[in-house]
């Protein structure tokens, strides 16, 4: 719809737009778990400059947006979450600089988690209850995912990387994430 009314620049042989949709990685099991949201394909190093995040499950559209005059052309990402309890873990993940996704995924690490933006996953039980706080995994089938009930917000995914500090408070807000 964008493309025919001239504010999204049309795909070319060059690749301006690519459309990501995988639909059927993301569907409950027969248990009930999602999951996308355990793969380790995500938690790799680097894929080529585009991080963790072209490895995601969501549905985003690159594109080039046109100007209603038709004169000025930006770069638009859109990121399509369909599973309510991951959006604070897409949002934090897709709208912080490629630098702050380093730094917050190599904290995680360190505490013996890994970050995505579908889930925060406990890897090492042992080292997550002595660096962040988070008890109750030492049983768990590991990777474990936390609660989404205590991830609901940009904030409180922040405050569970601090260790239930303060520590991360100014990149709550979006416009704070460059860094």
Same mark, same amino acid.
Request: charged content about 25%.
């Given at each position: =719809?964008? =493309? ?11 690749? !301006? ?14 248990? /009930? =778990?999602? $999951?996308?949201?355990?793969?380790? =394909?995500?938690?790799? /190093? ?17 594109? +080039? ?5 038709? %004169? ?11 599973? $309510?309890?991951? &959006? ?5 993940? !897709? ?16 505490? %013996?988690?890994? &970050?995505?933006?579908? #889930?925060?996953?406990?890897?090492? #039980? ?19 995912? +936390? $609660? ?6 940009? /904030?409180?995914?922040? !405050?569970?990387?601090?260790? %239930?500090?303060?520590?991360?408070? /100014? &990149? ?6 460059? #860094?």
């Amino acid at each position: =719809e964008l =493309e025919r009314r001239g504010r999204l620049a049309p795909a070319a042989p060059a690749g !301006w737009q690519m459309l990501n949709l995988r639909h059927k990685h993301r569907m409950p099991n027969e248990i /009930g =778990e999602r $999951p996308h949201r355990r793969h380790r =394909e995500q938690l790799s /190093g680097t894929s080529h400059g585009y991080e963790n995040l072209s490895k995601d499950y969501h549905d985003k559209l690159f594109g +080039v947006w046109v100007s209603s005059s038709g %004169g000025r052309h930006r770069r638009i990402d859109i990121v399509v979450n369909s599973i $309510p309890e991951e &959006l604070p873990l897409t949002m934090l993940a !897709w709208t912080g600089s490629r630098m702050l996704n380093r730094i917050l995924r190599q904290h995680a690490k360190n505490s %013996g988690c890994a &970050l995505t933006a579908h #889930a925060l996953l406990v890897i090492d #039980a042992q080292a997550a209850a002595l660096t962040l706080g988070l008890t109750g995994f030492a049983f768990a089938k590991l990777p474990a995912i +936390v $609660p989404y009930e205590r991830l609901r917000t940009e /904030g409180e995914v922040l !405050w569970v990387l601090a260790g %239930g500090t303060d520590d991360f408070i /100014g &990149l709550v807000k979006a416009t704070q994430r460059n #860094a």
